[in-house]
């Protein structure tokens, strides 16, 4: 495996985004998940702020992976937010438009934040089912775990296709995907609870 002196690409990659994974963590959309004090409303307002950014990154991803022949399967969640939106009674907010990737590094750092979106999303399933009952819709929570198998596929695949000297565009394609996807959170939170736009932590 390639690596600089300060670390992997997988490495470098967790440093150099380590501010964006907080500000996506602790958007205001995001934020109350795994409080103890959510409810049906706020799940759902969550959900509906969240398709927007979900769909829109694996609509790009989907359209470049072809472009540039990468051969990488991509794990389709969008209908499975649908599903839950429709469950819930939600509206479904259309796809945020994403740039496009200048290069096959870029995409593989988009990559990165779409696949590493799918970390976590077990606990959340777990605990809106504790907070909310077994029949609260959480199919693009609980569908399609990122496995340790299919996440270390996704890095072998990124150490091939990534050398050394295209690190720092790998980087800048997932700050930008995260940038994207914290606009797209932001433009999509409603003006009135129980989501409204307050400074994040």
């Known amino acids: 495996m390639q690596s600089r002196d300060d670390g992997s690409l997988a490495q470098q990659l967790r440093q150099e985004t380590k501010a ?58 969008e209908p499975l937010l649908g599903h839950d ?8 907010l259309p796809a945020w438009r994403f740039s496009a990737p200048a290069s096959l590094y870029e995409m593989v750092g988009m990559l990165y934040v779409h696949e590493g979106s799918r970390l976590g999303g077990e606990a959340i399933a777990c605990h809106a089912k504790r907070a909310l009952g077994d029949q609260i819709p959480s199919r693009f929570f609980s569908e399609m775990p990122l496995t340790p198998a299919a996440w ?15 690190w720092p565009w790998v980087i800048q394609g997932a700050q930008q995907a995260f940038r994207e996807f914290t606009e797209a959170l932001t433009n999509a939170l409603p003006a009135t609870p129980p989501l409204a736009l307050v400074p994040t932590e």
């Open 85 to 92: 939106l429709r469950k819930l009674g939600q509206p479904v």
């Open 152 to 166: 270390a596929g996704f890095w072998q695949f990124a150490e091939a296709m990534c050398p050394l000297d295209s």
């Open 20 to 77: 964006d994974h907080h500000r996506v963590d602790h958007h205001p959309a995001l934020r109350h998940l795994l409080r103890p004090d959510v409810n049906r409303a706020i799940y759902g307002a969550a959900l509906t702020c969240l398709y927007p950014a979900a769909a829109g990154l694996e609509r790009a991803l989907s359209q470049t992976i072809v472009e540039y022949k990468s051969h990488y399967t991509l794990t389709l969640r």
